[in-house]
C-alpha cells in the first residue's frame, strides 16, 4: 500500500460492481474512501473488507438513496459535516433500461436520468466549486460505449450517457484552467447487475439485452483503465483497442445505419 497522500476520494454507487473495484484501488494507493450507495449492506461490507485488506485505511460510507431530487446537495452538506474536503470525485452511479420506450415504466425512467444525468451534473458543480477555490482536484464520469451513437431499444439510456461523454469535453476545458482534470471512462457492457436490472416489462427488453451482452468485461477490468486513465488525465477513454475502434466506427457511421443495425440485431 502506498502512503504518497492524505487525499480523499468521494465514489457514488462505490460498494458494488465497477464502484467497488475503483473503491479497492483507491485505497490500494492510501485514499481516504468516501463511497455513497442504497444498499446498507454492501457499504458494511465494503467498509470491512477494506479494514481487513488496507489496515488504517479510512472509510466513511452514505447510505442513501441517490435517484431523490436534492440528493446531490445532500451528498455535499454530508461531506462538509465530515469536515474533509474532496480531492476526487468518482460518478459511477447510475442504470439502464432496455426495451421499447414507449412500454417503459415512467417512473423507473424519471430514476435512471435522475442518475445518470441530473445528479452527476449537480455534484459537479458543487464538488468542482470547493475543487475551484483550491486550484485542484480531479473528477471520473463513467459513461458507456451506447452514448457514441443513438441505440434503438436502450434509446433514453444511450442518450443519458452521450449527455455525459459531452458535458465531460466541455467541463475539462472549463474547469481545466483551474487545475481541475476531467476524465470519462466508456466502456462497454460490465459483468455486475446492470442487465438484470436494465430489463423491463417491453417484450423487446430480451433482445436487447442479448445484442449488449456479447461483448462482457469484468469490473476489475474496466476499474483499472478508469483509475489508470483518471491517473494519466485522460479525457475521453475506453478500456480496450476493440471498444476504442468500435467507438470511432459508432462515431463515423451514418445515425441511419447503426440504428438500423442496432435495431434488427436486437428484435432477432
Request: charged share 20%.
Amino acid at each position: 500500500m502506498s502512503d504518497i497522500n492524505e487525499k480523499t476520494v468521494l465514489i457514488t454507487g462505490g460498494a458494488g460492481g465497477i464502484g467497488l473495484e475503483l473503491s479497492r484501488l483507491f485505497a490500494a494507493d492510501g485514499y481516504r474512501i468516501l463511497v455513497v450507495g442504497v444498499l446498507e449492506q454492501e457499504l458494511n461490507d465494503l467498509k470491512h473488507s477494506l479494514g481487513q485488506t488496507y489496515p488504517g485505511i479510512e472509510v466513511r460510507t452514505l447510505q442513501m438513496d441517490l435517484s431523490k431530487l436534492g440528493s446531490a446537495k445532500s451528498v455535499y452538506d454530508w461531506s462538509l459535516e465530515q469536515k474533509i474536503h474532496v480531492d476526487v470525485l468518482v460518478n459511477n452511479v447510475g442504470f439502464g433500461l432496455f426495451g421499447d420506450h414507449v412500454d417503459i415504466d415512467i417512473d423507473r425512467l424519471e430514476s435512471m436520468l435522475l442518475l445518470n444525468n441530473l445528479l452527476l451534473t449537480q455534484l459537479i458543480a458543487l464538488f468542482g466549486g470547493a475543487m475551484k477555490s483550491r486550484g485542484e482536484g480531479r473528477i471520473l464520469n463513467v459513461a458507456s460505449l451506447a452514448g457514441f451513437t443513438p441505440m434503438p431499444l436502450f434509446a433514453a439510456y444511450s442518450a443519458s450517457k452521450a449527455y455525459v461523454i459531452s458535458l465531460s469535453a466541455a467541463l475539462a476545458r472549463e474547469l481545466g484552467v483551474y487545475g481541475i482534470t476531467v476524465s470519462c471512462l466508456c466502456p462497454s457492457t460490465t459483468k455486475t447487475s446492470f442487465l438484470s436490472v436494465a430489463q423491463t416489462d417491453s417484450d423487446s427488453a430480451a433482445g436487447a439485452t442479448e445484442f449488449v451482452a456479447k461483448n462482457v468485461a469484468t469490473p476489475e477490468q474496466v476499474a483499472l483503465a478508469g483509475y489508470k486513465g483518471l491517473q494519466r488525465k485522460k479525457l475521453i477513454f475506453l478500456p480496450t483497442l476493440s471498444l476504442r475502434i468500435q467507438s470511432l466506427l459508432l462515431s463515423l457511421l451514418p445515425y441511419r445505419w447503426v440504428t438500423f443495425y442496432v435495431l434488427r440485431q436486437s428484435r432477432r
